[in-house]
């Protein structure tokens, strides 16, 4: 089974657990999901330049800081920087997640698409089975429960193939 490296990049728990699962139900019986989180903008570029993840999924509007400075989140500016910085660095695939309405910066630093918050989580999902090819679950046919009804029409057009059978040989 296939391996996946992914990295989230996102200060906000319950989102990163989101992405998380999606991800999860995409690759799921085809890959195993290696996650690692990280909050911090310098992080990012950092570790998604590594050439170590076979995808990155950034929330763009919810990155913090590196360690030392005051403000308490990075601008949107900056999230596109380290996108750019990554992009020049290696060709792992970059999903982004945002809420804030300029697309086409993320789109020019070169991530793979953007995902608007809150977004619906089949568009995600679709977005990392392209960029991972994975293939389309394959829903299996459940057996389906015969009516009592239907059980005795079977059993009735049995005996009556039977029957017609029978008389066939014996004419």
């Given at each position: 089974m296939d391996k996946v490296h992914l990295l989230v990049a996102n200060s906000i728990q319950a989102l990163s657990n989101r992405?998380?699962?999606?991800?999860?139900?995409?690759?799921?019986?085809?890959?195993?999901?290696e996650t690692t989180?990280?909050?911090?903008?310098?992080?990012?570029?950092?570790l998604a330049s590594s050439g170590v993840y076979q995808l990155v999924?950034?929330?763009?509007?919810?990155?913090?800081?590196?360690?030392?400075l005051r403000k308490s989140w990075v601008s949107a500016d900056?999230?596109?920087?380290?996108?750019?910085?990554?992009r020049g660095r290696c060709?792992?695939?970059?999903?982004?997640v945002s809420i804030f309405p300029d697309e086409g910066s993320l789109l020019e630093a070169g991530v793979e698409c953007v995902v608007r918050l809150p977004f619906e989580g089949e568009k995600l999902k679709l977005e990392v089975r392209r960029?991972?090819?994975?293939a389309e679950p394959v829903e299996e046919s459940k057996p389906s429960r015969l009516?009592?009804?239907e059980l005795v029409l079977r059993g009735f057009g049995t005996a009556l193939l039977q029957a017609i059978k029978r008389t066939s040989s014996i004419s």
């Open positions: 992405i998380e699962s999606l991800v999860l139900d995409v690759c799921f019986d085809q890959a195993v999901v989180r990280i909050g911090r903008a310098d992080e990012l570029v950092k999924i950034v929330a763009a509007d919810n990155l913090l800081p590196p360690k030392g900056e999230a596109v920087r380290a996108i750019h910085a990554i060709d792992t695939p970059v999903i982004a960029v991972l090819r994975r009516s009592l009804n």
